[in-house]
């Protein structure tokens, strides 16, 4: 008994040091890695991942935390939603975002982004592995003439989102986005392709109310530094908007609703939140 015990404390004990830096502000899922460290130490298997969403769930914006220095992890993320909430540095992973039209006043690395195709399967595949202009069935020259959304039983086996493609409600579909013969990059309205890691210049052309405000900072997200002029990880519209299905789910807009955070805690010493309702803010 004693054998089995000792070893097995001094395991979870150091899988305790590990997750107590988590523990500060992500109670439940530090709980749940802390829970499965003795058991996975004593089958000598390093503890699981504790893998966290940034902004779309489904794999499309995981990260794994990690430490980037000792005692400081890359993120933070929300017990209730696995939802990244707090960044150790705001510009892990990222790269300059490359060229866009009129932000060309911005200096080169004051724009950052995360790479786009680092988060995609099978993207990097198309234009190869079928889609590679060997034999017409995979690669049609032209668009079809009604240009009206066809069902792609094969595509939608690999990507079940497209079984049911909402996008633009019949209107536009996968080589209005997609480049014809250069399948692992998308189209402008000109047929030149655009890289992968600039959705923005694909959704823009088609949606440039959004385009603008995203340039300008009323649309997506930004974090780093707080100056105008300061370096920013710029949030592009994929990390948010799934295209394959923004008109999904009962509403038929926007996209699938994401769970809410629970409302922050209480300022010390209120006991409820019915005084914000009995005292509104003031209205000017
Ligand atoms: C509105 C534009 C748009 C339309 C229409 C569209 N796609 Fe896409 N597709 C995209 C974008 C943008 C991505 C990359 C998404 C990301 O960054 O997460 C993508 C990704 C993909 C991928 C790669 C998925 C992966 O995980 O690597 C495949 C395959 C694909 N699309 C096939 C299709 C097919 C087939 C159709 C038509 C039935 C279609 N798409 C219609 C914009 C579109
Ligand atoms: C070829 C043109 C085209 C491209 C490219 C395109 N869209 Fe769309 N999009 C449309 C159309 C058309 C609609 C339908 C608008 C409507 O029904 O009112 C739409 C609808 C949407 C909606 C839903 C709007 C609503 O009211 O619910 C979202 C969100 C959206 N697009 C995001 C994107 C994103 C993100 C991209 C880039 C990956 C993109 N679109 C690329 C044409 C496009
Ligand atoms: C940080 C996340 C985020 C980013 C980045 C982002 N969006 Fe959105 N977008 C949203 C949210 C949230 C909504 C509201 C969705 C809803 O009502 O369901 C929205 C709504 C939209 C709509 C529908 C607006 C309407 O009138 O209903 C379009 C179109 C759209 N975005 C396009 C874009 C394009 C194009 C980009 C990139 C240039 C972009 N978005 C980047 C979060 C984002």
Redesign the pocket.
Known sequence: MKRIAIPALVLALCGGVLMSVLAQDAPKSSVVAAAAAPAAAASAEPAPDVVCFE?RKGGATDVIQREIRPGWPNVKCSPTTGAVLWYGDPYDGTVPMGKMPQLEALPEGKAVVKPRTAKLNLAPMCGTACHNGVGPKFTPPTLPKDKRAKPTPTMAAMVPDLANLQHGRDRIWCLDCHHTTKRNMYVDHFGDPISMDQ??LL??KC?GD??R???DGI???RIGEFASNGKKR????T???NPHN?QDGA?N???V?LQPETPPQLPKGMKSAAYEKTHPIAQH
Do not use: A, I
């Open positions: 902004s959705p923005q959704c823009g949606h959004k385009l405000d995203w340039r649309h997506g997200k710029w949030f592009t519209c990390e948010c908007h923004v509403r807009k926007g996209f609703q």
